[in-house]
């Protein structure tokens, strides 16, 4: 941990706001069809990805790793961009009113790709950790309270 600085990282803030940008626009205006707001079956898991959803942002905004430099384009950071994107079409398609697995995983994995690959990037491991539970425990949900249901 020594070599981990406190300090605001604003590209971390700024992938937390694009990520969670969507969810902000679901919340106030529901979607066709919109299955997400279905009572879950993981409520465990739920809360276990909650508390590191929380710690894995706090983390990739306020630990900084100055061994990690200048923010500049990097093959993790194009996957970060790709999540993005992915994630993006996901919810354009749910949208569109479909809710087939495959827009349930786009929902998914792509976002916890994008905070997974900018803490590898940023070699930032206090955020790489939750976010990985975090990913797990999200993965989880969407398979058993979407896909399998």
């Not at 710690?55 to 990739?60: E, F, I, K, N």
């Not at 990690?68 to 950071?77: D, F, I, K, V, W």
């Amino acid at each position: 941990m020594r070599q981990y600085k406190i300090g605001f990282s604003i590209w971390g803030f700024l992938l937390f706001l694009i990520v969670m940008a969507p969810t902000l626009i679901w919340l106030a205006v529901p979607a066709p069809h919109d299955i997400l707001r279905a009572e879950s079956q993981t409520e465990l898991a739920d809360t276990i990805a909650s508390v590191c959803q929380v710690l894995s942002v706090a983390a990739l905004c306020l630990v900084v790793n100055p061994d990690s430099g200048p923010l500049r384009p990097t093959p993790l950071l194009a996957g970060v961009v790709i999540c993005i994107v992915l994630y993006g079409s996901g919810w354009l398609l749910y949208y569109a009113g479909m809710t087939a697995p495959g827009v349930i995983l786009l929902l998914t994995i792509p976002p916890c790709g994008a905070f997974l690959l900018f803490a590898l990037d940023r070699k930032n491991i206090p955020a790489l950790i939750p976010a990985g539970i975090f990913s797990l425990c999200h993965l989880y949900y969407g398979i058993v309270n979407y896909i399998l249901y």
